[in-house]
Each structure stands twice: as C-alpha cells, then as structure tokens.
C-alpha cells in the first residue's frame, strides 16, 4: 500500500534552480459548466470505484452530501474556493489514500513562486513550535510556540486545516502531520489565506510573547534561510541528515546488554519492482539480523517504525513472521476487495496493461456487486502465513507514531492483534481494522486541472472484532515526544523502552 505521504513530508530536500512565476490559480475563476462537469466526473470516479466511498459514512448520507455540493456550483467561483470544495469532500471520505492537488506542477510553483509562511513548524503535544526560521532576521529561534498568524489564533487554524486534511477514519495524530514543515505552509496557502506578509505571534522559550512581521516568500528562498540563519545551526546540525543508505538497520545499544534496535525507515522494498522481489530482499536481511542476534545472544529487540509512511505489503507481512510467538500460521488480511474489475478509470490506474487485462482473474465476484481479491492460492478465505523458523523469540517493543501509516499501520494493527510485542509512543496513523489501498488511480479534472488520486482495494486487517473504528493502533505505553526532545536531541520514547528493559534485566 503505497503513500502520499512519502513526497508530502519533504523537509530539506526539494530542489532550489526555478524561475519565479505568478500564481495565476489566484485570479482563475471558474464557470459553472466547468465546475459541474469536473464535479460530475470525480463523483463517478468515486462511486465507480471507490472501495471506501461509504466506509466511515452511511451511503445515504455521502449521496445527500455529493447531491448538496453539486446543486451549490450555480455562480462563478474562484479556483481555490472550488479547490477547497474537492478538498471538503476528499476529507469526509475519512481515507489517506484519498487526496486532490491543485495542479500538477504544485511542487514545482511551491519551490518558485507560492509565496508561503517562511518557517519550519513542528507539532508538539497540541502545540505549535519553530524548528527552522526561514527568514534572516534571528529574532524568532527554535522552540518559539507560534500563536498567532494574522490575528487568527493556531487553534483556530487548526480546526481549519484538519478539515481538509485527509486521513483515516478520526486519528488525530495523523492529522497533526498536518501541522509540520511544508506540508502546514502549503495548506495554509491553499486553504486559509495567500498574503503578502505574516503577522505572527510567538512565546519565547521564557514565556514571553514576540511579534514579527514576516514576508510571504517561495520555498526556495525560505530553505536558502534555513541554511544561512545561524539561529538554525544546532537544529541544522541534528536534523539536516542525509537518508541512511538502507531504509533497515540493525544496532546493539551499547547501554543495554543483550539488546538490538531494528530502525525502519520503510517498507520501500531496496529497489524491488516486484511484490516477490520486495519479499526476497527483505527476506535476506532479516536472515542476516537474526543470525547477528543469535550470535549475539539478544534477549530484547526494539523496532521502531515511527514514521514509517508505506511501502510493500508484503515486507509488513514478512517482518511479522520474523516476530511472531505463536507456531501457528496466522492470517494478516481477512479480505480485500475492490467495488469494480472494469470501470473505464481503470486505464488511469497505476495497473500495467498486462494487469488491467487480467483483472478478471484476480477477482472473485460476489452476491453485493463487489469484488473479492484472490488470496494466492485460498481463494475466497483469508491467506495464512507460517512463521519463520528463526524468528526472534525474545521480548518485542515496538515504537509506532502518526505517521506510522499505510503497510506500516496494517504491520502494527497485525502485530498488536497477535500480541507480539509491547507497543510505546503515540496511535499510529493507519486504521487499525484496515484501510485502503493496493494499486491507485490517477487523473486530471477536465476543465480545473485539480489532480486527484483515489484507492482501489479495500484492506481488512486480520484483528478480529475491532471496538474504536476509525481509529489507530493505540500504544500499550503512550508516550508523546516533548519539546525539550527536539531541542535538545533527545529521545524520550526511546529512554522509555529501554529503561523498561534495565528493570528487567536487573
């Protein structure tokens, strides 16, 4: 299940060489035909083939919705009035693999011409702090909580941009990624407000409050601040890594006897194009680590997977069979199952043209008009998968957080189903009875060019009956990041587990 998130969540990394251009979406007015008709063509996109149209919402109520929105497009709108109506109803599908984008180049206009709020912002506990200052007055420093941005209060903003924020179900702390980096300047500007200056209102880190005027500025110019402003330094210093060469690594904490600490960073497979190729080389490192932690004598293992967004299915499934307690083959999917094998959408989708032929075959038809996905070999029952043989068989905690999210999310709801470990930190950002996914489709409205991107396969987890739907994988141990971990570079959740660990050991 793959993820949005994985290019949302840039923080240092877009490119800087862009010439500056305006943002005609600004003065773009649409017409009612045009409106209409894009709205007429995303809903039967939707209700052709959306596995998850109705899944949070009764169909009644979506339908009453969908016929409200359209009998509103009667008078010409500006584009981003219309964008954010897309935006309203993408977020009721309560799906974060649902989403629409202004344009296609809106990486391209956010780095060279979107003029947006020139700081880095991090979510705290509920609250909102500066990582980076963007601009070159070293007035405002990290750890700064933002109060105010245009005598609009955060929680207010808040409110405002969660409502156009699409994720699964009513988590929250996914929800909250909404608050950081570039994400939170881009839905700002889409969907709040596009001025020339920022009057912002800060608590510094003795209590007081700071007022600053700041210019609106393209991110190519903010992340030239990030780099020159030496109140960035220490930050810059710690969090302006370049990625690991491998998303998974193995270490032996050298405070804790007996221990390992697995990191990783995704399921994206080491270049695999295929499902059995992801498989075959998560399989060979797996195989190497648990003959490193045997060799080593590892009594306690720590896999953290904060902030993990997606990747391939079958890597989540793999490293449950690399943990599991039971001798017993388990199922991770009780179902998957699409709403349609031959909508016309389908030539849109990430499919190959060998594969959209042979939909058919991979689909089992059912009395309701959906469609169940083959499970290999079993069909219509849920596949089950046998635990390695040289499984871990020591203590497991696992470190989850909101953005641990689509295949990382379905790892968790699995792992904590079949009690493989001790869960620390915050819900994880998937729903823990499953969400929606596989393969996506992806295309253009006609007339606004608004792109969207909508799931074809509806997940459900192997987790038995499910008591909070909507919701994440809840940690047996919550347990927040604080500010005084981001400013001083410290890791609470982490000190948790292992503190856990010592008083066992001792």
Not at 5 to 14: I, P, R, V
Request: net charge positive; glycine share 6%; proline share 6%.
């Amino acid at each position: 299940m793959r993820s949005l998130y994985s290019f949302l969540f840039l923080l240092l990394t877009c490119p800087l060489m862009a010439q500056s251009v305006t943002d005609t979406l600004q003065s773009k007015i649409l017409q009612p035909a045009d409106m209409q008709a894009d709205f007429r063509y995303f809903r039967r996109l939707l209700e052709e083939t959306h596995p998850g149209l109705y899944r949070y919402t009764p169909k009644p109520i979506m339908q009453s919705k969908l016929d409200s929105l359209a009998g509103t497009l009667t008078q010409p709108m500006p584009f981003y009035n219309f964008f954010r109506m897309i935006e309203s109803l993408v977020a009721d599908i309560r799906c974060a693999h649902t989403h629409a984008l202004p344009t296609k180049d809106w990486q391209r206009l956010f780095n060279s011409s979107w003029k947006t709020m020139p700081f880095f912002m991090l979510p705290v506990q509920g609250r909102s702090y500066v990582l980076f200052n963007g601009t070159a007055d070293q007035t405002i420093k990290p750890g700064f909580e933002l109060i105010r941005i245009n005598g609009q209060s955060i929680e207010r903003i808040r409110e405002q941009v969660y409502r156009y924020h699409w994720t699964d179900g009513y988590i929250q702390t996914a929800k909250q990624a909404a608050f950081q980096g570039q994400l939170f300047s881009l839905f700002y500007y889409w969907f709040i407000d596009r001025p020339d200056t920022y009057h912002l209102t800060f608590r510094n880190l003795t209590g007081d409050t700071v007022q600053v005027d700041a210019p609106a500025q393209p991110f190519r110019e903010t992340l030239k601040g990030y780099k020159k402003n030496p109140v960035n330094k220490q930050m810059l210093a710690w969090y302006d890594k370049k990625r690991p060469k491998h998303p998974w690594r193995l270490s032996f904490p050298k405070d804790l006897p007996q221990t390992a600490l697995l990191r990783i960073d995704s399921f994206g497979g080491e270049g695999a194009k295929t499902s059995d190729e992801a498989i075959a080389k998560f399989r060979q490192f797996m195989d190497q680590y648990m003959a490193t932690m045997e060799q080593k004598k590892t009594r306690h293992l720590i896999v953290d997977v904060r902030a993990n967004p997606s990747g391939w299915d079958s890597q989540g499934i793999e490293l449950v069979t690399y943990l599991m307690k039971s001798d017993s083959a388990v199922a991770y999917y009780d179902r998957q199952h699409s709403v349609t094998d031959s909508s016309e959408f389908l030539q849109f989708s990430d499919l190959s043209e060998a594969d959209r032929k042979n939909v058919k075959n991979e689909l089992i038809p059912e009395s309701d008009g959906t469609f169940t996905l083959k499970q290999g070999d079993a069909g219509r029952g849920p596949r089950r998968y046998t635990p390695k043989p040289n499984r871990f068989r020591g203590n497991v905690y696992i470190l989850l957080d909101g953005r641990s999210a689509s295949t990382t999310s379905e790892f968790l709801a699995v792992a904590h189903a079949n009690k493989i470990g001790v869960f620390v930190g915050e819900e994880a950002g998937g729903a823990y009875e499953g969400g929606n996914g596989g393969s996506f489709i992806h295309l253009e409205l006609p007339h606004s060019k608004i792109q969207v991107g909508t799931p074809l396969l509806y997940y459900n987890n192997a987790v038995g009956n499910v008591h909070n739907k909507g919701r994440g994988t809840i940690p047996d141990y919550p347990a927040p990041i604080t500010l005084a971990d981001v400013l001083n570079h410290t890791d609470s959740q982490l000190d948790f587990v292992k503190k856990r660990i010592q008083d066992q050991i001792n």
